[in-house]
């Protein structure tokens, strides 16, 4: 059979966005590496950013994503067990991560005799987590939890003295082994979906076995939905105690291998098929009398967890703005590389106007990120303490409302293209409203500043009175300013409008940050499109005075 004549049709491809300087091609996160306090990390962010924008790198990323993990819940004698097969691309993704320090970065010095304090460790490891999401953010959820679980872990000392040291470890260890045997560790959190104030979403149960050993020993029984990384070395639990059930519930380590070398009775009931962030087990888990050490006070989980959300929270939204920029620059290097007729998609001017109007929203969200993170790195520091409190579920919920709009409109600059499973767009949609909502609801944010508002008035007093400085002569700021005050001056109205407020507050921020710091074009566009008569109801309006040729140049990964 004669083979079929070759086409001589030429298809024009647009080439792939990829072996790009993560850093070095973004001028806004150097920018704000600079001005939060990690200027001197430049050469290791400019190394990161190379690994993490590697060909490498993103086809780990596609890889780790393209099935869902695997359950055995049975070996072959019957015996239960609880085995995932995940592809191996998540774990080389987890080594780049550990390798890199991203699972414990704010720790390492103190698990260091000897070594001194290094200025903005939060921000020089926000930076590296923001190109890290852009290469899979879902391997990420396992880095954060183990890097926000430290703080719980130190309110037992035994633990902290066994675990932190190989928590703080760059060599990535994925055996099932005990703490003693393994040469580093991984933990996650089982109490994502019980975050808000009602506890009755804490079902599990536990009671008390000894006190000897590494101290209070406890057996858990009960189930627990929707738990990322179910895998870890260990798992915080949140479970009541009889003597505690009018108090509160109590947080327990879970190992999941005990000293003994035994397994710990630690099942897997299901796994759930997120729509995104699909490199990162998540599961229904099972504790069947399961052996836990308690960490702080019977009653007193929700305190021993709160500054581990918090870091949690960070997280969110470093990882949420990461995503942000990997869908604007994929929608620029398209819109600059197709030919609409006869001249590149980019320089008509509602394609422009549209990415520059994202570009915008893509730097506020890192710039509210890297600002909160200086905030952690500054936490002694009384305004930095308020700030870093009510700012983090207000920056969490700016993102978590941005980000999934965002990617839609990345995918809309794309066309029929973006939709398809074979390009990066696809998988970034469906990530980001998963990622935004990793550790708590928007609503869950919101109830979090009411409840500030409400029991420590003075951090919205302190915060409040640094954005009004911020503001200085800006009609727009000082506007806004006025607005939100008279929102906080009326508590009768205030919780039906929490959703406006903490909006408020994030722009607000923003907006203060941008004039501050950032170039005029980019904080006139913003302050102006998002502060104006006009509120913004879909990207690409009301920038037509603004000097979008600027912000989308300065927002391309080909012309930084």
């Given at each position: 059979m ?8 030429k ?13 070095a ?51 072959r ?7 995932v ?67 719980a ?43 808000g ?11 008390p ?10 057996a ?17 639990v ?6 505690a ?17 035994q ?18 087990v998540?599961?229904d ?32 939204v ?49 710039a ?11 936490s ?28 839609a ?24 409203p998963?990622?935004a ?27 409040m ?55 005029s ?21 009301g ?18």
């Open positions: 004669a083979s079929p004549p070759e086409s001589n049709t298809v024009t491809a647009i080439p792939y966005l990829e072996d790009i300087n993560l850093f091609s973004d001028v806004a996160l150097q920018e704000a590496m600079t001005r939060e306090g990690a200027g001197h990390a430049s050469k290791r962010l400019a190394g990161f950013g190379l690994m993490a924008g590697s060909a490498d790198a993103a086809e780990l990323g596609r890889l780790a994503n393209e099935q869902f993990p695997r359950l055995m819940t049975h070996d004698n019957g015996n239960r067990i609880s085995r097969d995940v592809h191996p691309a998540y774990h080389d993704l987890m080594g780049m991560s550990v390798a890199e320090g991203l699972q414990a970065s704010a720790w390492m010095q103190a698990a260091t005799p000897g070594v001194s304090a290094r200025q903005g460790v939060y921000v020089e490891r926000a930076g590296c987590l923001y190109m890290a999401a852009q290469a899979d953010a879902g391997h990420l959820r396992s880095i954060s939890m183990t890097h926000s679980a430290v703080p872990l130190s309110h037992h000392a035994q633990i902290t003295a066994k675990w932190v040291p190989k928590i703080t470890s760059r060599s990535y260890d994925r055996r099932l082994d005990t703490v003693a045997g393994k040469t580093s560790l991984t933990l996650g959190f089982a109490f994502a979906g019980q975050l104030a009602n506890t009755e979403a804490v079902t599990t149960q536990a009671r076995l000894s006190d000897e050993g590494d101290g209070k020993l406890y858990l029984s009960g189930v627990v939905p929707s738990v990322a990384a179910p895998l870890s070395d260990g798992l915080l949140l479970a009541h105690t009889a003597g059930a009018s108090t509160g519930p109590s947080c327990f380590l879970v190992p999941r291998r005990l000293p003994s070398d397994a710990n009775t630690l099942f897997i009931r299901r796994l759930i098929r997120r729509v995104g962030l699909r490199s990162c998540c599961a888990i099972e504790l069947d009398a399961a052996q836990a050490w308690l960490l702080g006070e019977e009653g007193q989980g929700l305190e021993v967890v709160s500054e581990s959300i918090l870091h949690a929270r960070l997280d969110t470093i990882v949420s703005a990461g995503l942000m920029r990997q869908c604007l620059i994929q929608a620029v290097h398209v819109a600059e590389h197709r030919m609409e007729g006869g001249a590149p998609s980019i320089s008509q001017p509602i394609v422009h106007q549209t990415l520059a109007d994202m570009a915008l929203d893509a730097e506020v969200a890192g509210l990120g890297f600002r909160l993170a200086r905030a952690f790195d500054r002694s520091d009384a305004r930095a303490a308020a700030w870093r409190h009510l700012m983090t579920p207000v920056s969490v919920y700016w993102v978590s409302r941005r980000a999934p709009m965002f990617a409109e990345a995918i809309d600059v794309l066309g029929r293209e973006g939709c398809s499973q074979d390009w990066p767009l696809a998988r970034l949609y469906c990530d980001c998963v990622a909502m990793a550790d708590g609801t928007a609503n869950m944010m919101v109830h979090g500043v009411m409840r500030i508002l409400q029991r420590e008035p003075g951090i919205a007093e302190t915060v009175e640094e954005l009004g400085q911020a503001a200085g002569d800006d009609a727009h700021l000082r506007a806004a300013h006025v607005r939100i005050e008279a929102m906080l001056h009326d508590p009768r109205h205030l919780d039906a409008r929490g959703r406006l407020l903490v909006e408020a507050l994030a722009v607000l921020a923003a907006g203060t940050i941008l004039r501050t710091h950032g170039p074009a980019v904080a006139d566009a913003f302050i102006k499109s998002r502060m104006g008569n006009q509120p913004l109801q879909s990207y690409g309006q920038l037509e005075w603004a000097d979008t040729a600027m912000i989308v140049r300065r927002a391309s990964p080909n012309h930084a």
